[in-house]
């Protein structure tokens, strides 16, 4: 037992040197210009008292007011602001600026974060421009924004445990609502700009390949990130169905699901649940997401002239699985 113990310390060990060395940023990455400014709106935000004073905000903040916060929306600015104001003077919602700041400080990992990914981005796709990034507290009613100019990062929601207030979500999703997810959240919304997908069929596969192509994506954005941040599965659970992804793999060829059209059955493997019994208990909730992204890395693995610019341009589904001659075994 011991030596068995040993063993597995020195594979730990040696996965952890493998990641630490594949984690190093390409110079010709490390060295693309970015000027990241993340502005702190809450700060601002939450020292208004006086409708005046809120409306100067919303006209100092014309792109905040507009995607975040829907302007057009309201009947008049006004109306708006007299809402906005009841937020900025609600004390319960300052317990979570006060817990926020705890939380994220002065933001500097998250930041670097960002900008490290943006270096990525650029890196593929030159002409990317970098949004403007802003943080605000909503008072939990909206999560995130992305959009190709504004970037804004709703950071009460990721606040964690030790918030005062959490999302009203089930707790598999409130696993997700901390602090490490928040820019593999936000650079998940990004891939949105890049995928092009293709749902005529209405197939079960193409929502796969949609989900698989957007993980990949993060994944070449943030290379120092571990699956479980962007996919948002816990340790276990990434664990579980990495050893049964053989299995898993055969439940969706025998039960003919790829090309399953009906959405009762699609959302059962791709939608938000606890988890999907029709496999087993202990199988995460979205797990043809998961699939998805095994085969389009099969894919870009075993079709090594293929650009991650002409992946995320590809629409066809079937090619990719075709293509990727994914064909996971089962393990005794």
């Known amino acids: 037992m011991q030596k068995y113990l040993y063993l ?13 060395q594949t984690c190093q940023m390409a110079e010709e990455v490390e060295n693309i210009p970015v000027n990241l400014e993340v ?9 208004i008292k006086a409708l ?8 100092r903040h014309p792109l905040f007011a ?4 829907q302007q057009k929306g309201y009947p008049n600015q006004e109306i708006l602001a007299q809402s906005l104001l009841k937020l ?5 919602i300052h317990k979570l600026v006060r817990e926020s700041d705890n939380t994220f400080g002065e933001l500097k990992d998250v930041k670097q974060e960002l900008e ?4 990525h981005v650029k890196y593929y796709y030159p002409k990317f421009q970098v949004p403007q990034v802003q943080t605000f507290i909503t008072g939990l009613s909206r999560d995130l924004y992305v959009g190709d100019s504004l970037m804004v990062l709703g950071l009460d929601f990721f606040i964690g445990k030790k918030a005062p207030y959490r999302p009203q979500a089930p707790q598999y999703i409130l696993e997700r609502y901390e602090k490490p997810y928040l820019v593999p959240t936000a650079m998940l919304l990004v891939s949105n700009k890049f995928n092009k997908t293709d749902f005529l069929s209405g197939a079960m596969l193409d929502e796969m390949i949609d989900f698989g192509k957007s993980y990949y994506f993060v994944e070449q954005m943030m290379p120092c990130t571990p699956d479980s941040l962007i996919i948002g599965f816990t340790g276990q659970e990434l664990a579980d169905v990495q050893y049964n992804e053989g299995k898993i793999w055969a439940h969706f060829v025998e039960k003919s699901l790829l090309y399953e059209t009906g959405q009762f059955v699609i959302r059962k493997y791709i939608g938000e649940r606890p988890n999907v019994p029709e ?16 085969i389009v890395r099969q894919y870009m693995e ?5 650009t991650l610019q002409q992946l995320m341009e590809e629409k066809n589904a079937r090619k990719i699985l075709e293509a990727s001659k994914y064909k996971p075994q089962k393990k005794s």
């Open 8 to 20: 597995l310390f020195t594979l730990l060990l040696f996965a952890g040197c493998q990641q630490q």
């Open 39 to 47: 502005e702190r709106l809450e700060k601002e935000f939450f020292q």
């Open 52 to 59: 005046p004073q809120m409306q100067e905000f919303l006209s």
């Open 66 to 69: 507009d995607r975040f916060l």
């Open 88 to 92: 900025a003077t609600d004390t319960s």
């Open 116 to 119: 490290n990914a943006f270096k």
């Open 279 to 294: 496999i087993s208990a202990r199988c995460p909730g979205r797990i043809g997401t998961w699939v998805g992204w095994q």
């Open 302 to 306: 075993s079709n090594p002239n293929v």
